[in-house]
């Protein structure tokens, strides 16, 4: 199954949505992620962390939708 995951949303992201993409990867064998997100702030996290490249891509998103 693939799934895409707004990287940039939520508490604390996108640092806790890399973790739980991660987290989901290691649970699920046949999971692949797309992170959605600027991957300005996704590759640096991505490039600390110890993950099978060929089932996790980032999406760079071209526009963003704010809170207010």
Sequence with gaps: MRIA???MG???APAV?????ISAL???PELLVDL???PALLDPL???AEYDSQRLSVV???DVVGMD
């Excluded at 949505?17 to 993409?21: L, R, T």
């Design 5 to 7: 995951l707004d990287a």
């Design 10 to 12: 939520g508490d604390d």
């Design 17 to 21: 949505n890399v973790e739980g993409a």
């Design 26 to 28: 290691d649970a699920d």
């Design 36 to 38: 959605v997100g600027d």
């Design 46 to 48: 991505l490039s600390e």
């Design 60 to 62: 760079a998103a071209a």
